[in-house]
């Protein structure tokens, strides 16, 4: 009797596809997999085959087998299927058992789609503050430039972006809070965001996936990410991924049974005890600037958001392995979010007729050592009208804001534009240190 517990575990590619030296075949004997604490339902044992049909001359009304299109070795077909792997997971962070998501199963997913940069500065006080978009704090670099920091301000996380880093002045945008004063701890965080102007299509590794059930296991490979969505339940903040797999295959003869998972040892992030924050002003887009972004803030009563982060992924194609591609290409980047706003903010009303782009970030608590997440959009452009107001409850008039990436260029070191690491990109993700 067989049952369908199953598990999904990832690593991290050695190389897209990690083809043999000796063969030219998929090899997973050097990798570590890790078990992911994922939903079960969207495990499955995943992809489609392909084959190249056969419409030969016949003399009666019959089918002749398709040509599976793969290659041979020892003189037999080599399986091969391609598709999507599904799961969906949610945010829980390292707490202090690690100083990075570099090995993480959190860092290899996200690393799939995005670039990363970790803080210089884990946890530090600042000396001074200069005001809400100035502080001083010792150990921040050049390198630390777009990525995003959190302080807990009269008990509830604040976030924003690093705009520049002058000696151990820190220029942040949007501002935080006017309570933001004194000598308050800042708390740095692992950024993920797609490659800026110059290092567009990039992302850190590939993947591969194994699937392990009773009597059944399989493998993929190749895997970059398609599609990554966040949406809420009950507060708790759940991440849907999708890969696109070079190659799936199965190996069912040497199924052990499902992993159990390695769960993170800090917090699910929960939309609770932080912000929603649109920028006071218009942020640097279509001309770079020679002075880092310092907008003020606009904390705006959010009840509901959601993302979908999309990849169009183009293979790089050829006939040199059963990979059919040496890799996926990064070909374009579209980032929607989605703020259901339980209290209609006027500031904003005009912005889609006055094509006005604003800095969006959306926080969540808890924040601690290894905890938080943050999700912003540096230069986000209106795709719907904040005018036309959603009266179609029977309680209370609603606003709903749609925005996407915009060019960004209000990263700046040294009077120019900061292109390099997480500066000027149009999208960052960050999980807390």
């Not at 991290?12 to 990690?18: A, L, V, W």
């Not at 004997?29 to 604490?37: D, F, H, K, L, Q």
């Amino acid at each position: 009797m067989s049952v369908t517990h199953r598990s999904l575990s990832v690593a991290i590619e050695t190389g897209f596809g990690s083809l043999s030296t000796v063969n030219n075949l998929p090899d997973n004997s050097g990798y570590t997999y890790v078990s992911i604490p994922c939903e079960r339902d969207p495990i499955l044992i995943y992809g489609d085959i392909v084959a190249s049909e056969r419409n030969d001359a016949r003399d009666g009304s019959y089918l002749v087998p398709p040509e599976p299109d793969t290659v041979w070795s020892g003189g037999n077909r080599v399986r091969r299927r391609t598709g999507q792997v599904n799961l969906r997971v949610d945010l829980t962070t390292i707490g202090s058992s690690a100083a990075n998501y570099n090995a993480n199963y959190l860092g290899m997913l996200l690393g799939a789609g995005f670039l990363t940069q970790v803080n210089g500065v884990a946890n530090v006080t600042a000396s001074s503050v200069t005001n809400v978009n100035n502080f001083a704090g010792a150990g921040y670099a050049a390198t630390d430039t777009g990525t995003l920091i959190s302080a807990i301000i009269k008990g509830a996380v604040e976030y924003s972006a690093i705009t520049e880093v002058s000696g151990t002045d820190v220029s942040v945008s949007p501002a935080f809070s006017a309570q933001f004063t004194g000598t308050p701890d800042i708390r740095g965080t692992q950024t993920w965001y797609p490659g800026s102007r110059d290092v567009t299509g990039t992302r850190t590794h590939s993947l591969t996936f194994r699937v392990d059930g009773v009597n059944f296991k399989s493998y993929a490979y190749g895997c970059v990410l398609e599609s990554l969505a966040i949406s809420l339940d009950n507060g708790r903040l759940m991440a849907d991924f999708t890969y696109q797999s070079a190659l799936i295959q199965d190996d069912h003869g040497t199924a052990s049974g499902p992993i159990e998972p390695t769960y993170n040892a800090g917090a699910p992030p929960f939309f609770r005890n932080s912000y929603v924050v649109i920028s006071g002003g218009s942020p640097s887009s279509l001309t770079n600037a020679t002075s880092a972004d310092e907008l003020s803030r606009i904390a705006v009563d959010c009840e509901d958001f959601s993302l979908t982060v999309t990849n169009t992924l183009t293979p790089l194609g050829h006939s040199e392995s059963i990979l059919a591609m040496s890799d996926m290409e990064i070909t374009d980047l579209n980032v929607e979010l989605t703020l259901t706003l339980s209290t209609v903010n006027t500031t904003i009303a005009n912005d889609y007729f006055n094509r006005t782009v604003r800095q969006v970030l959306v926080g969540t608590g808890p924040s601690a050592d290894g905890e938080g997440c943050a999700i912003m959009i540096p230069a986000a452009q209106l795709a719907n009208d904040p005018s036309k107001y959603d009266v179609s409850g029977n309680d209370i008039v609603r606003q709903t804001l749609t925005y996407n990436q915009s060019r960004y260029a209000g990263d700046v070191n040294g009077g120019a534009a900061y292109e390099s690491n997480a500066g000027c990109s149009p999208f960052k993700i960050a999980l807390g240190l």
